[in-house]
C-alpha cells in the first residue's frame, strides 16, 4: 500500500531562514506528488505538485519541491521564510492520477514562524 | 480555478442523531469525490472515493453503514454520519478531482457530537 511520510513533525524557523521539509513516499509505479499548505482556520491549498517532467517543481509564494526518483522523496524547498509562511504542511501522493486515484497524505508538518 | 463549498462549517449535534454534510463543485463537474477525516494535530485520513452514479467506495476500517455517502450528481456528494457519538467528533474535509484543477478541497466541516 502507499505510505506518504513526513519527518519533521514541528519545525520552527526566524524569518529569513531557509526551509527544507521532508517528504518521503513509497509507491514502486508513476506518482503523482502534491505540497499543500492549510493555514489556521482554513482549508487546504496547494502549494505545487508534480506529475512529469522537470523533477524541479516551483509553486505559489516562493515554494519549490524537488522530485528524487531514486529515493521515493520530493521535498518542499523556501529560501526565505516569512511569519506568513506558518501553517501546516502536507506532502500528498497519488497513484494512477488518470484512473481516478486518491491521495494519500503524510502526516504533516506544522511551521513556525517567529518575526 | 475550481471551487468546492462545503456546508456546513460547524455543527453541534446530539449523540444519536444523524448529521448531513454537504460538498457541491461549483463551476465544473466532479466525477469522483473523496471524504476525509482529520483529527487535530494529524493528517487527513481517506475515509471513502465516490463516483457519480456508483457506490461508493470505503477505506478499510471505515464503517459505511455509519458513514453514509451519495453522489447523485457530478455536483453534490453527501456524507451522512449517522447515530453520531462523541467519538465521531472530528473535522471532515471533501475534496472534488476535475481533470484540469486537480483536486479541489473544501474549507470542512468541524463536528461535535455532545
Known amino acids: 500500500a502507499q505510505s506518504v511520510s513526513q519527518h519533521n513533525h514541528h519545525v520552527i524557523l526566524s524569518e529569513a531562514a531557509s526551509l527544507e521539509l521532508g517528504c518521503n513516499y513509497s509507491y514502486g509505479g508513476t506518482v503523482n506528488l502534491f505540497w499543500y499548505v492549510q493555514y489556521p482556520g482554513q482549508h487546504l491549498q496547494l502549494l505545487l505538485k508534480y506529475f512529469s517532467g522537470d523533477p524541479l517543481v516551483k509553486g505559489i509564494k516562493g515554494f519549490e519541491a524537488e522530485f528524487i526518483k531514486s529515493k521515493f522523496s520530493f521535498n518542499l524547498r523556501k529560501p526565505s521564510v516569512q511569519w506568513s509562511d506558518t501553517a501546516e504542511y502536507f506532502c500528498?501522493?497519488?497513484?494512477?492520477?488518470?484512473?481516478?486515484?486518491?491521495?494519500?497524505f503524510g502526516q504533516g508538518t506544522e511551521l513556525s514562524v517567529k518575526p | 480555478g475550481a471551487v468546492v463549498s462545503q456546508h456546513p462549517s460547524r455543527v453541534i449535534c446530539k449523540s444519536g442523531t444523524s448529521v448531513k454534510i454537504e460538498c457541491r463543485s461549483l463551476d465544473f463537474q466532479a466525477t469522483t469525490m473523496f471524504w476525509y477525516r482529520q483529527f487535530p494535530k494529524q493528517s487527513l485520513m481517506l475515509m471513502a472515493t465516490s463516483n457519480e452514479g456508483s457506490k461508493a467506495t470505503y477505506e478499510q476500517g471505515v464503517e459505511k453503514d455509519k458513514f453514509l455517502i451519495n453522489h447523485a450528481s457530478l455536483t453534490l456528494s453527501t456524507l451522512t454520519v449517522t447515530s453520531a457519538h462523541p467519538e465521531d467528533s472530528s473535522f471532515y474535509i471533501c475534496?472534488?478531482?476535475?481533470?484540469?484543477?486537480?483536486?479541489?478541497f473544501g474549507s470542512g466541516t468541524r463536528l461535535t457530537v455532545v
Open positions: 475534496s472534488a478531482r476535475e481533470y484540469n484543477y486537480g483536486y479541489t
Open positions: 500528498a501522493v497519488n497513484a494512477g492520477y488518470n484512473q481516478g486515484g486518491k491521495l494519500i
